[in-house]
């Protein structure tokens, strides 16, 4: 789905989840409501954005409700590219057992859910949040690629967490602006996988957390 959450919708999010810093922003909305900085939690005017690391954000639902399949479908897939590159770089980085098999799981997950669209022939379209998602999805390789060791793990796996969160928001977001069944149906099966995965970072993330605390400075190979 960034360091890294400034990607990801983003599992993967896809992941819509993301990957996910620096960038360009959203332009401001005509109404305060719509423009005031959301965290991810409910928002009373129904128009949901999502805050980057650096306080950019991926879109709204009335973004959403106007994207067409094709839009959709470059959206999805550039989540599942975003994962696919940071997850190679932490395996060309880490000497972190659990950020490696993480890593590997990303690629191999993430690769099969581009195959499966892919075989949906949807075609691809940009759109304001997918060109987002690619700003921003460069961004958190760079700022990867500047880290080494134990930085670079715990940077990776928070990326991860904020970004499959990121990206779970924008899947389901995606789903109800859909119109071709098999697209939906994708979305569908695509939202318990990045479920699942935000749910492995998180574990990922405390357990680097809880052995930088036993060390004094971080793990670079939990067993």
């Given at each position: 789905m960034a360091m890294l959450s400034r990607s990801i919708l983003l599992t993967g999010a896809l992941a819509l989840c993301a990957a996910h810093c620096g960038g360009s922003s959203t332009p401001p909305s005509n109404?305060?409501?719509?423009?005031?900085?959301?965290?991810?939690?409910?928002d009373p005017t129904g128009s949901q954005q999502f805050t980057q690391g650096d306080g950019t954000t991926t879109g709204s639902n009335s973004d959403a409700a106007s994207l067409s399949d094709a839009q959709i479908a470059?959206?999805?897939?550039?989540?599942?590219?975003?994962?696919?590159?940071?997850?190679?770089?932490?395996?060309?980085k880490s000497n972190n057992e659990q950020v490696?098999?993480?890593?590997?799981?990303?690629?191999?997950?993430?690769g099969q859910?581009?195959?499966?669209?892919?075989?949906l022939g949807?075609?691809?379209?940009?759109?304001?949040?997918?060109?987002?998602?690619?700003?921003?999805?460069?961004?958190?390789?760079?700022?990867?690629?500047?880290?080494?060791?134990?930085?670079f793990d715990r940077a990776y796996m928070q990326g991860q967490v904020e970004g499959h969160q990121?990206?779970?928001?924008?899947?389901k977001?995606?789903?109800?602006?859909?119109?071709?069944?098999?697209?939906?149906?994708?979305?569908?099966?695509?939202?318990?996988?990045?479920?699942?995965?935000?749910?492995?970072?998180?574990?990922a993330q405390q357990a680097l957390q809880a052995s930088s605390d036993r060390t004094g400075f971080g793990a670079t190979g939990m067993r």
């Open positions: 109404t305060p409501e719509a423009s005031a900085e959301n965290t991810g939690g409910p470059a959206i999805a897939d550039k989540i599942n590219t975003s994962e696919i590159e940071q997850a190679r770089i932490a395996q060309s490696r098999h993480f890593a590997e799981m990303m690629i191999e997950h993430h859910a581009k195959s499966q669209q892919q075989a949807l075609g691809s379209a940009e759109s304001q949040m997918s060109m987002q998602l690619e700003q921003e999805s460069k961004a958190t390789l760079e700022t990867l690629q500047a880290k080494t060791g134990p930085d990121k990206a779970l928001d924008t899947i977001q995606l789903r109800t602006s859909a119109q071709s069944p098999e697209l939906r149906s994708y979305l569908d099966k695509l939202t318990p996988q990045v479920e699942q995965h935000l749910e492995q970072a998180r574990s």
